[in-house]
């Protein structure tokens, strides 16, 4: 017997016999993978067993109702996580996640194919996974395109009093991503900023919804709508989730998009700190970067995929409107500055 067959008799024998060594223990390879992520994660039938078939694990998923309750509890388990691999934090909420140090640092090969204004963290403990922009729909029933405001300050005139619905900041990512453009649009200072223009909303008499279901489901009237505010923030994208699952065909999408005053959002994903699987949470990293993976994602999370060699289904090109100029924060801008923006909108909106 040769050395090389006695040492892989000798590993065999110790696996067997419970992973003992002279000098510790045998590493075990883990059979299951948890994936911390949001309420509105989704990917077609047979993506995630793929995974599974591949690396001989089970995926099991834990929601959270939106991302901000996601990585709240990912920051209080820290180092002690209930999951190896988050996904669905958002550049709104990216420096608090890398500030608490829940995410270990992991360079996947896929981001090559990932475009470098997507990339916001140099340490890669963040891995951009996909991005959509949070926009003004409107009901094209009501408002026909020529008629649709052009621009944020667009919003305060009379004509469009009493259609608007958004979002609470404090409760609602979109409705967060849509305070951050209208700081980015009118700024803190000066005879005109955010607050004097949120001031103006309400005399126009804005609605607020607490979550993005409530106001697009139930108090915008466009699309799936049943309310009868013909204006809503909502997503750059949502026309296209309308005609895919309308019940009848559609050639042109019941709902429009405003394209000024949109606001960009990126979500990350990322090996929790102290997972029992790193090796294979940085796996999953890889999958969800790939080609088979991103592809899914349009019509599934209605965003677009990070990686640039992915293509996009007809319908989400034809009905998906990509804004230009759309507003940006630096991350380090919005962790200093969410909590204050939150209470003052709070103060500007109470009744």
Same mark, same amino acid.
């Given at each position: 017997m040769t050395k090389a067959v006695c040492g892989t008799v000798l590993l065999f024998l110790l696996a067997a016999c419970g992973g003992s060594e002279a000098n510790g223990t045998v590493p075990t390879v883990p059979d299951t993978l948890t994936l911390m992520t949001h309420g509105s994660f989704a990917v077609s039938d047979g993506i995630i067993e793929r995974f599974e078939a591949e690396h001989g694990v089970t995926v099991e998923i834990l929601r959270s109702d939106d991302a901000g309750a996601m990585l709240n509890q990912a920051i209080l388990t820290r180092g002690n996580p209930l999951a190896d691999v988050i996904f669905g934090i958002d550049n709104t909420f990216l420096s608090r996640a890398l500030d608490a140090g829940i995410l270990d640092s992991y360079t996947s090969p896929g981001l090559t194919a990932v475009p470098d204004d997507l990339q916001l963290d140099s340490e890669h403990r963040a891995t951009p996974i996909d991005f959509g922009d949070v926009c003004?729909?409107?009901?094209?029933?009501?408002?026909?395109?020529?008629?649709?405001?052009?621009?944020?300050?667009?919003?305060?005139?009379?004509?469009?009093?009493?259609?608007?619905? =958004?979002?609470?900041? !404090?409760?609602?990512?979109?409705?967060?991503?849509?305070? +951050?453009?209208?700081? *980015?649009?009118? $700024? /803190?200072?000066?005879?005109?900023?955010?607050?004097?223009?949120?001031?103006?909303?309400?005399?126009?008499? =804005?609605?607020?919804? !607490?979550?993005?279901?409530?106001?697009?489901?139930?108090? +915008?009237?466009?699309? *799936?709508?049943? $309310? /009868?505010?013909?204006?809503?923030?909502?997503?750059?994208?949502?026309?296209?989730?309308?005609?895919?699952?309308?019940?009848?065909?559609?050639?042109?999408?019941?709902?429009?998009?405003?394209?000024?005053?949109?606001?960009?959002?990126?979500?990350?994903?990322?090996?929790?700190?102290?997972?029992?699987?790193?090796?294979?949470?940085?796996?999953?990293?890889?999958?969800?970067?790939?080609?088979?993976?991103?592809?899914?994602?349009?019509?599934?999370?209605?965003?677009?995929?990070?990686?640039?060699?992915?293509?996009?289904?007809?319908?989400?090109?034809?009905?998906?409107?990509?804004?230009?100029?759309?507003?940006?924060?630096?991350?380090?801008?919005?962790?200093?500055?969410?909590?204050r923006w939150i209470e003052e909108w709070d103060a500007v909106m109470l009744p």
């Open positions: 003004i729909n409107f009901d094209r029933s009501v408002i026909n395109d020529n008629d649709a405001p052009a621009s944020l300050a667009a919003l305060t005139e009379d004509r469009f009093r009493g259609q608007l619905v =958004v979002e609470n900041p !404090a409760t609602s990512s979109p409705g967060l991503a849509f305070l +951050f453009a209208t700081i *980015a649009e009118f $700024g /803190e200072e000066g005879d005109y900023t955010w607050k004097d223009y949120w001031a103006e909303l309400k005399a126009n008499e =804005v609605t607020v919804s !607490a979550g993005w279901d409530d106001a697009y489901y139930s108090q +915008f009237s466009g699309g *799936a709508g049943q $309310g /009868e505010r013909p204006l809503v923030v909502s997503y750059a994208s949502s026309p296209a989730a309308e005609v895919v699952f309308s019940e009848t065909p559609l050639d042109e999408a019941p709902t429009g998009v405003m394209q000024a005053g949109c606001f960009r959002q990126i979500e990350f994903a990322g090996v929790l700190n102290g997972s029992d699987a790193p090796e294979l949470a940085a796996a999953f990293i890889d999958f969800m970067l790939s080609i088979e993976f991103q592809e899914d994602i349009p019509l599934n999370m209605f965003v677009f995929p990070a990686n640039r060699e992915a293509q996009l289904p007809p319908v989400f090109v034809d009905h998906t409107t990509i804004p230009q100029g759309v507003a940006t924060l630096e991350p380090a801008l919005i962790d200093a500055n969410r909590q």
